[in-house]
C-alpha cells in the first residue's frame, strides 16, 4: 500500500471515552503514514479514555468536540469500535447527525467491531452489505442490514470489518476507499519560459455607445419637455380674485350747520325733522322742557309751565318759552 497518496486527504475520527485504543491507533497511524490529515472528534475537549476490551488503555488527545466539527470540512469517517464508545455515542444527536452528513455526501466511511452501531441508530444500514463484531449482527439484521461473516466487507462507500483480528484488513480495504475518493487535482503544467505577451487593443463597442447616446438624447429630449411644461404653466396661471362683489352704496347725508338755530321744523326746539302732527299730547304734569315751535312740539302740552329751560336755542337751554311738551303737528323726516 506504499502507493497510495493521501496527501491533503482530511479524515475525521469519532470516538468517545471506552473506545478501542488498537482499533483508533491503529488505522490513524496507517492515514497520517500516507500523507492524511486526522483530527479525532469527540463529545469533549481534552482526552479520552480508551480500553483493551475490559482493562484501560491509554488516553488520546480531542482535536474537535462536535458542537464545532462539521462533515463539510472533511473527505472521510473512521468509527472505530468498543463496547462503551460507540454506544455512547449513539445516543447523542449530534454524533448521529455527524455520520448522517457524510452518508448523504456520499463521502467514504470506515467502520469496525461495534462501530456499526452508528450506522444502525442513524438509520442508514436498511439493504446495505456490512459487517461488525459478531456480538451485534442480530441488531444489523434488525436494522435490515446484510450482514457478513468475513474479514472485510466491501459496499459502494462502506468499508468494515469484524473487530481487532481483522485490522489488516482493514486498513488495507480502507487506504483503497480513501484513495480512490480522493479529491482530484487539476495537473499542473511544466515550466516554460513565458515570452511577454502582445498587448491586445481593446474592441471599441460601437454598439453600445450608440445605445447608449440614444438613451441619453432620449432622457435629456424627456426633461426639458418637461421644464418647458412646468414654465408654461407658471406662465399663464390665471389669477382668480375670490372676495365678491360688494356694491358701493351712496349715502346722501344732510349737512347740519352746527352754528344755526336747531328752532323752528326740528326735533324739540330745532332738531333738523320736518315739522308734522303731534305724536304726543303730552308726558304729565310736570315740569318739563319748554320750546317754542319744536320739531315735533308745538302747542301740545306735558304738564304745567315751568321755567325749567329757558332759551331760543336747544344748545343753550333745550327750550324756551312756552308750555312743556312734546306736542306739535307731527314728525316729518327730510327727503333723502
Not at 181 to 197: F, I, K, L, Q, S
Request: one cysteine or more; charged letters at 25%.
Amino acid at each position: 500500500m506504499h502507493h497510495v497518496d493521501l496527501t491533503g486527504f482530511r479524515v475525521a475520527v469519532l470516538t468517545a471515552d471506552g473506545g478501542e485504543q488498537v482499533e483508533i491507533t491503529s488505522p490513524v497511524d496507517a492515514l497520517r503514514e500516507h500523507g492524511a490529515e486526522v483530527e479525532i472528534v469527540s463529545l469533549h475537549l481534552g482526552k479520552i479514555r480508551t480500553v483493551n476490551m475490559l482493562y484501560p488503555g491509554k488516553k488520546v488527545r480531542v482535536d474537535r468536540t462536535l458542537r464545532t466539527a462539521d462533515a463539510v470540512d472533511y473527505d472521510a469517517l473512521l468509527l472505530p469500535g468498543g463496547l462503551v464508545g460507540p454506544d455512547t455515542l449513539r445516543q447523542s444527536d449530534e454524533a448521529l447527525d455527524f455520520v448522517r452528513a457524510f452518508d448523504v455526501a456520499g463521502k467514504p466511511i470506515a467502520v469496525i467491531c461495534h462501530g456499526p452501531w452508528l450506522l444502525v441508530s442513524s438509520g442508514l444500514v436498511v439493504r446495505r452489505n456490512l459487517t461488525s463484531w459478531p456480538g451485534i449482527k442480530d441488531d444489523v439484521r434488525n436494522a435490515g442490514g446484510i450482514w457478513h461473516d468475513e474479514p472485510l466487507v466491501r459496499d459502494r462507500n462502506w468499508v468494515s470489518s469484524r473487530g481487532p483480528q481483522d485490522l489488516k484488513h482493514f486498513n488495507r480495504g480502507m487506504l483503497e476507499l480513501f484513495a480512490e475518493r480522493m479529491p482530484v487535482a487539476p495537473p499542473r503544467p511544466e515550466y516554460t519560459e513565458r515570452r511577454p505577451r502582445r498587448r491586445r487593443e481593446r474592441n471599441v463597442p460601437v454598439g453600445r455607445l450608440l445605445a447608449g447616446t440614444v438613451l441619453a438624447a432620449g432622457a435629456a429630449y424627456l426633461i426639458r419637455e418637461q421644464l418647458r411644461r412646468e414654465h408654461e404653466t407658471m406662465e399663464y396661471v390665471e389669477v382668480v380674485d375670490l372676495t365678491p362683489d360688494t356694491p358701493d352704496v351712496v349715502v346722501d347725508v344732510a349737512v347740519v350747520d352746527e352754528d344755526a338755530t336747531l328752532s323752528g321744523t326740528g326735533y324739540t326746539s330745532g332738531m333738523p325733522y320736518g315739522a308734522g302732527a303731534g305724536t304726543n299730547a303730552g308726558l304729565g304734569a310736570s315740569a318739563g322742557l319748554a320750546g317754542t315751535a319744536g320739531s315735533m312740539g308745538g302747542t301740545g302740552a306735558m304738564g304745567g309751565t315751568g321755567p325749567d329751560y329757558v332759551g331760543t336755542d336747544v344748545r343753550a337751554g333745550n327750550g324756551g318759552t312756552g308750555p312743556v311738551g312734546y306736542g306739535g303737528t307731527g314728525y316729518n323726516p327730510p327727503a333723502v
